[in-house]
């Protein structure tokens, strides 16, 4: 990837202070920016001025698995050299270590690979005595105190004071593991949530007596279960994480089991829903951390139909819908509320802007803008979300997916 493109290095880290609520992070009403965050993943190590760019355009950053992979470096390596890095430039930056539960990205991990070299019984068995693997992934058995020990003691592990650099984790696929597994009793399983749940309980307990990080559980699950007449897939959509966890990702807003498979059309109940689930989650003082994209995404980098192929077409789309998706994230924002607005998790894929980049290279002007404080909650009239701030007013309509953003005349009405 070349050199990121952009004007000015702003005096980001003077202005740009999350702060914490309880565990949760939280933003003042300033520079849209500081409202910002991305989940992604550099198979390279940063060079400066991506560095620079992520340091002072995001409040937070999680550091995917696999960073690092393609320059030879495990993911534990790579997410600690990328945070020390990106601490330098800002050291109010929040930088989560991305954990999976399911123990996602297993094969560029150098401390689960020789976990079960060393202590394989540390790892998921069903009823009958059978290895367990989810998306080709092993287990660990979150059952046992061990299992549980050795995963919440990796992200103060990864390099000389991690607790330094690491101020949380992203833990993907927090909640029940009901869902996911077969040949367990219903005792079994009643154990694996139970020790599923210790285990947030307990990384986010260690996170309260070491630096004061936070537990970012994903997530808000919008699936429907077909077999119990559409309701959740998972109890209360997996809110429960909330118990032991300090925050919660909104992976899919407006997208994938939101959105028709077959035509892209946005299922406006579902995402009604999914909203009030945000707007919940902030009103008990935990961080909300949402994921916006580009279009009618309905798979991985994908829409139904005329899909962008190149970096030109992408760059088109991610300007075209980034006032719908900055009008639903203004809708429900609070000081725990976070928006993020990319299609995929690579950080070429909307993360960074640069000429062969799907960001647009120009960025997105109202990053700069101060958004002010709420003049109160959203209103919803059917379908037509709007609400107001000190500097702008939003009107959003679900059904067209039309956004107007009216800046007040300090911005000329920019839109």
């Known amino acids: 990837?070349?050199?990121?493109?952009?004007?000015?290095?702003?005096?980001?880290?003077?202005?740009?202070?999350?702060?914490?609520?309880?565990?949760?992070?939280?933003?003042?009403?300033?520079?849209?920016?500081?409202?910002?965050?991305?989940?992604?993943?550099?198979?390279?190590?940063?060079?400066?001025?991506?560095?620079?760019?992520?340091?002072?355009?995001?409040?937070?950053?999680?550091?995917?698995?696999?960073?690092?992979?393609?320059?030879?470096?495990?993911?534990?390596?790579?997410?600690?050299?990328?945070?020390?890095?990106?601490?330098?430039?800002?050291?109010?930056?929040?930088?989560?270590?991305?954990?999976?539960?399911?123990?996602?990205?297993?094969?560029?991990?150098?401390?689960?690979?020789?976990?079960?070299?060393?202590?394989?019984?540390?790892?998921?068995?069903?009823?009958?005595?059978?290895?367990?693997?989810?998306?080709?992934?092993?287990?660990?058995?979150?059952?046992?105190?061990?299992?549980?020990?050795?995963?919440?003691?990796?992200?103060?592990?990864?390099?000389?004071?991690?607790?330094?650099?690491?101020?949380?984790?992203?833990?993907?696929?927090?909640?029940?593991?009901?869902?996911?597994?077969?040949?367990?009793?219903?005792?079994?399983?009643?154990?694996?949530?139970?020790?599923?749940?210790?285990?947030?309980?307990?990384?986010?307990?260690?996170?309260?007596?070491?630096?004061?990080?936070?537990?970012?559980?994903?997530?808000?699950?919008?699936y429907p279960n077909k077999y119990q007449g559409n309701g959740p897939n998972i109890a209360d959509y997996n809110m429960g994480i909330l118990k032991d966890a300090d925050g919660i990702e909104s992976e899919h807003v407006a997208a994938f089991e939101s959105r028709d498979h077959k035509t892209g059309a946005l299922n406006t109940t579902r995402l009604l829903i999914n909203l009030g689930l945000i707007e919940r989650g902030a009103s008990m003082g935990k961080s909300v951390m949402m994921n916006e994209w580009a279009g009618p995404v309905t798979r991985p980098m994908g829409w139904p139909t005329n899909t962008p192929t190149t970096p030109e077409e992408w760059q088109a789309a991610l300007t075209k819908y980034f006032n719908f998706s900055l009008a639903l994230y203004l809708s429900v924002a609070s000081e725990t509320v976070f928006f993020e607005y990319i299609e995929w998790y690579p950080v070429n894929m909307g993360v960074v802007p640069c000429a062969e980049c799907w960001a647009p290279p120009q960025w997105y002007p109202e990053v700069n803008y101060t958004i002010g404080k709420p003049l109160g909650p959203r209103k919803t009239n059917g379908n037509v979300l709007s609400r107001s701030f000190e500097n702008v007013d939003i009107t959003v309509d679900l059904l067209t997916e039309k956004a107007t953003i009216n800046w007040h005349s300090n911005y000329n009405k920019m839109i």
């Not at 992934?137 to 000389?160: K, M």
């Not at 077969?182 to 307990?202: D, K």
């Open 1 to 222: 990837m070349a050199a990121v493109s952009f004007s000015l290095l702003v005096t980001f880290c003077s202005i740009f202070l999350p702060s914490a609520t309880g565990n949760s992070v939280s933003h003042d009403w300033g520079q849209l920016k500081t409202m910002m965050w991305a989940d992604y993943r550099s198979p390279t190590l940063l060079n400066d001025s991506e560095a620079s760019f992520l340091a002072t355009h995001y409040a937070v950053l999680s550091l995917e698995k696999c960073t690092g992979q393609s320059d030879g470096f495990h993911s534990e390596d790579g997410v600690y050299m990328t945070a020390k890095k990106l601490k330098a430039i800002n050291p109010n930056l929040k930088v989560f270590f991305y954990w999976g539960v399911e123990l996602q990205g297993y094969q560029c991990s150098r401390t689960l690979q020789a976990l079960n070299k060393t202590h394989p019984e540390y790892f998921l068995k069903d009823d009958h005595g059978n290895f367990v693997t989810i998306d080709g992934y092993p287990q660990l058995d979150y059952r046992l105190q061990e299992a549980r020990d050795f995963w919440t003691s990796q992200p103060f592990n990864i390099g000389p004071d991690a607790h330094l650099y690491i101020d949380g984790i992203l833990a993907d696929g927090a909640g029940p593991r009901d869902t996911h597994l077969a040949n367990f009793s219903n005792s079994s399983i009643e154990a694996l949530n139970n020790g599923s749940a210790l285990l947030l309980h307990e990384m986010q307990a260690k996170f309260n007596a070491t630096n004061g990080g936070m537990v970012l559980g994903n997530g808000i699950n919008m």
